[in-house]
C-alpha cells in the first residue's frame, strides 16, 4: 500500500474527531484538502474508509483498524521527534504548556524563572478551564499542563507541587466582613458570583458544599477570577476563589476573605501530561523545575485578610491557613 505519512496525518485527525470540518481546523488545511487525502488514502487502501449518514461521519470497520494503526504510527513519529529534540539538547526548545485559569496567577512567574535558567527555550502558553485542558491533553494537543487533579480515568500522569486553597470573599463592609467562625450554613442566606461549569474551582466548591449539604444561592457565573474579584468588590455577592488570585486585593485591602467554618476548601496544583508519553528535554526540564521549585516560590501565597493587611509579612491567619483537605 502506497500511503504518505500527511494522508495518515490527516486521517488519524478526521477519525479522532469524526469531522472534516475539525480536521482541517485543527491541521490548518482546507477541507477540500482533507476530502482530497482521504480519497487518495481510500483509493491506495482499495476500501472505503469512513461512511456519512446525514451530516454524521463514522469509521467504516476497516477505518477502525486502520485508526488503531495510523494512531500507533503517529505516536512513534512523535517519539521520533522527542528522540531529536533530545539530541538537540534543552537549551534550544521550545515548551508548549496549558494552565488552569486560576494557575495563570502564578504561571508568568514560575516560567520567567524558568527561563532565566534556560534562556534559549521559548514558550507558548495556553490559558483556559480545566475541561479545555483535559481534551488538549487527550487530544495530544499540549504537551504538560499546571491544573487541579485530573480525573483518574483520564490516563494522566500527574504530579502535585503546591497547595491551592480555595477561600471565600467579600468587600471589606459585608456585614460578615467582621464575624468569626462562621457557621456554613449561613452562607445559604448570601448570594454568591461564581465561576463557569467545567471550571475546577467550580467543581470543587460544589463538591464542597454538596457533602456538606449546604445549598448556595448562586444567580451569577462568571469565566474569570477577575470579573468575579470585580463584582464582589462592587458588592454584587460573595466569591469563592483561589488565594493565588488574590495578591492585589489583599494587599490593597480591597477584599477580605471571610472566616468560614471548615474553610478553606484545600486543592493542590499538579503538573500534568499524558501516561507514557516521551516529554521533549524542555517539558522533562520544566517538569524537574517545577516539582523542585515552585512549591518554594508558592509556599508564601497572599493569605492575609484586608483587615491585617499591614502585617502583610507574618504568618497567614490561623483561619486561612491551617485547615486540612476538604475536597
Ligand atoms: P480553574 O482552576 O477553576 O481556573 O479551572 C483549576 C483547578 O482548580 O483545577
Not at 200 to 221: K, Q, S
Request: glycine share 6%; hydrophobic share 45%; charged share 25%.
Amino acid at each position: 500500500m502506497n500511503v504518505t505519512f500527511r494522508q495518515l496525518r490527516v486521517f488519524e485527525a478526521v477519525a479522532r474527531h469524526l469531522s472534516f470540518t475539525q480536521a482541517a481546523r485543527e491541521l490548518h488545511l482546507t477541507q477540500p484538502a482533507v476530502s482530497m487525502q482521504i480519497k487518495q488514502l481510500e483509493d491506495n487502501a482499495g476500501v472505503p474508509l469512513f461512511e456519512q449518514l446525514g451530516k454524521k461521519v463514522y469509521l467504516t470497520e476497516a477505518g477502525q483498524e486502520m485508526y488503531h494503526c495510523a494512531r500507533a504510527i503517529a505516536q512513534q513519529l512523535d517519539d521520533a521527534e522527542a528522540v531529536l529534540e533530545q539530541l538537540k539538547g534543552v537549551q534550544r526548545g521550545r515548551l508548549e504548556i496549558s494552565v488552569a485559569t486560576t494557575a495563570n496567577y502564578f504561571a508568568s512567574r514560575l516560567l520567567a524563572a524558568f527561563n532565566r535558567r534556560y534562556p534559549g527555550v521559548t514558550f507558548s502558553l495556553d490559558v483556559t478551564n480545566r475541561e479545555t485542558l483535559l481534551r488538549q491533553l487527550a487530544d495530544n494537543d499540549k504537551e504538560v499542563a499546571i491544573m487541579g487533579l485530573p480525573p483518574e480515568e483520564a490516563e494522566l500522569a500527574a504530579e502535585t507541587f503546591a497547595d491551592n486553597p480555595l477561600v471565600v470573599i467579600a468587600s471589606p463592609d459585608h456585614p460578615l466582613a467582621a464575624e468569626r467562625d462562621i457557621p456554613l450554613k449561613r452562607l445559604e442566606s448570601e448570594t454568591f458570583v461564581v465561576r463557569e461549569r467545567g471550571s475546577g474551582t467550580r467543581i470543587a466548591m460544589e463538591r464542597f458544599f454538596n457533602a456538606h449539604g449546604v445549598r448556595l444561592h448562586m444567580p451569577m457565573e462568571m469565566n474569570k477570577n477577575e470579573a468575579i474579584k470585580q463584582a464582589v468588590q462592587a458588592g454584587l455577592g460573595l466569591g469563592i476563589v483561589s488565594v493565588h488570585t488574590l495578591e492585589l486585593e489583599m494587599e490593597t485591602g480591597r477584599l477580605v476573605v471571610l472566616d468560614i467554618e471548615d474553610f478553606p476548601i484545600m486543592r493542590h496544583w499538579y503538573l500534568v501530561h499524558r501516561k507514557g508519553k516521551r516529554l521533549t528535554p524542555v517539558a522533562q526540564a520544566f517538569r524537574q523545575f517545577v516539582l523542585k521549585e515552585a512549591g518554594t516560590m508558592l509556599r508564601r501565597p497572599p493569605l492575609a485578610p484586608a483587615r491585617a493587611a499591614t502585617d502583610a509579612a507574618g504568618p497567614p491567619p490561623a483561619h486561612v491557613a491551617a485547615r486540612a483537605d476538604k475536597a
